[in-house]
């Protein structure tokens, strides 16, 4: 038993068999709609037109997303100033074009031991950066690196 629903909206429960039957008399396809219901509901509609549709949706959904990017921005204990604003204003016009961005602090050798700087650069990122983004993650030690990551703030909270 299947639920055959007609162009005009109207839906009737009938065999499966004469469902077929119906379809091949118009010379069209039985295509199941939606096969979670009871009975299935099925229609007959030409299958290629069918499929064509479907496709054709997908992609205008595929269109209407918002592709969002991570970006790296990579620093060091001891950078000096005139490179951080750099890379800090680098990271702001990220964030600005609505990317995500990741910031990588690595330590070399010894310098490990005082990973207070790393942490005191991480919080200086963070406070030069509130008014465009917020943290997603905090910052945290992750091998011989300080990771931190940073989304843009909606554009309803920056009005």
């Not at 469902?19 to 509901?41: C, G, H, Y």
């Not at 910052?139 to 920056?158: D, L, V, Y």
Request: net charge positive; glycine share 4%; proline share 4%.
């Amino acid at each position: 038993m299947v639920r055959l629903v007609g162009e005009e909206g109207g839906a009737r429960v009938i065999p499966t068999e004469e469902a077929m039957t119906v379809a091949r008399a118009k010379d069209m396809d039985l295509v199941e709609i939606s096969p979670d219901q009871d009975p299935p509901v099925v229609k007959i509609i030409d299958f290629s037109k069918f499929r064509f549709e479907q496709i054709k949706k997908a992609k205008e959904a595929k269109k209407k997303q918002k592709v969002i990017h991570v970006k790296e921005v990579k620093f060091r204990p001891a950078i000096d100033s005139h490179d951080y604003r750099h890379k800090v204003n680098h990271a702001r016009a990220f964030l600005e074009k609505g990317d995500k961005v990741k910031f990588t602090l690595m330590f070399r050798g010894r310098e490990i031991v005082h990973n207070e700087l790393g942490f005191k650069v991480m919080d200086n990122i963070r406070k030069d950066l509130e008014e465009v983004a917020q943290v997603e993650k905090k910052a945290s030690i992750e091998g011989r690196n300080i990771t931190m990551i940073m989304t843009p703030i909606p554009s309803t909270a920056k009005k």
